[in-house]
């Protein structure tokens, strides 16, 4: 049976709030009368997400790769909250693409930072509090490459199995706490994440960070607001696992179905991609 969590009118804690997906669910829960305490490391993308915002607020410029901060933010929060937590989303997180055979270390250690340790740093540092209040959820963003693997993104793929992982397992030792621990995979999200990535080289073959940047844009179907409903709708129905978008449902029912075999259907068509990619002003 599904347990319904309580989110409106309830303090709402948001990572990588200054954009995407995380900006968007802040200015919807705002909306429905959540107090919204936010984080993200750029000062310039939280102000422009606070001016959305339509209630109580709280902000904080923070690097979710430190413990200590992290722990600190958490305190502060409760300090401040005019309202019982009622959902804490780890959502923070980076990308890098790059064939595994000549990585750069130092980028792959940066995305598992941020990635996986920044989502582990975020859901200790609120645990006690939530379990303290016994209700409240955690709410950690994965990804459909937290369910099905892509060429390139060996490192990311690994941060975002990680996370689901480390949530599955702490979501069986919350049982009977009154918290809830949810993974969230979101498909292609249309969010600047891809912007700001690490680029050396991706599955179609290009090195130009400006190019994947574009290439991704244009496959991806899934506004920000629409993810950041379905995630809304997903917690509110007690679910413990949401899939946001069309081609997360799609793709993860072909990994379910063939999970060694899926890539092989998908390969044929790298080459159709990347034509179309071209096509719409991807040279």
């Known amino acids: 049976m599904m347990t319904r969590i309580a989110v409106t009118e309830r303090t709402a804690v948001i990572s990588g709030a200054g954009s995407g997906i995380g900006r968007a669910l802040a200015a919807r829960l ?42 600190d933010w958490a305190e502060k929060v409760t300090a401040w909250a005019p309202a019982p937590l009622g959902i804490v989303v780890n959502n923070a997180g980076v990308v890098v693409s790059q064939f595994a055979a000549d990585a750069v270390h130092e980028d792959d250690q940066w995305l598992m930072d941020i990635n996986f340790w920044g989502v582990v740093h975020g859901s200790r540092a609120f645990l006690p509090h939530l379990i303290a209040q016994r209700s409240g959820a955690i709410v950690n963003i994965s990804s459909l490459l937290g369910l099905m693997a892509f060429p390139t993104q060996t490192a990311y793929c690994a941060s975002k199995f990680a996370v689901r992982g480390y949530t599955e397992a702490l979501r069986h030792e919350l049982h009977g706490t009154g918290v809830r621990a949810i993974t969230v995979h979101p498909g292609g999200i249309d969010t600047p994440i891809t912007r700001s990535g690490r680029v050396r080289a991706d599955a179609l073959g290009n090195t130009d960070p400006e190019l994947f940047h574009r290439n991704f844009t244009a496959l991806a179907r899934t506004s920000p607001q629409q993810a950041a409903a379905t995630i809304q709708r997903g917690i509110e129905r007690g679910r413990s696992r949401i899939l946001v978008g069309p081609d997360a449902h799609l793709l993860s029912l072909l990994a379910t179905v063939l999970p060694v075999h899926y890539f092989d259907l998908m390969r044929p068509a790298m080459p159709l991609a990347r034509r179309l990619l071209n096509s719409v002003g991807g040279r």
């Open 30 to 71: 705002s909306r429905s009368g959540c107090p919204v305490a936010l984080s993200d490391w750029n000062p310039d993308g939280l102000d422009e997400t606070s001016a959305q915002l339509s209630g109580p607020f709280l902000t904080q410029v923070l690097d979710v790769r430190s413990r200590d901060a992290q722990l």
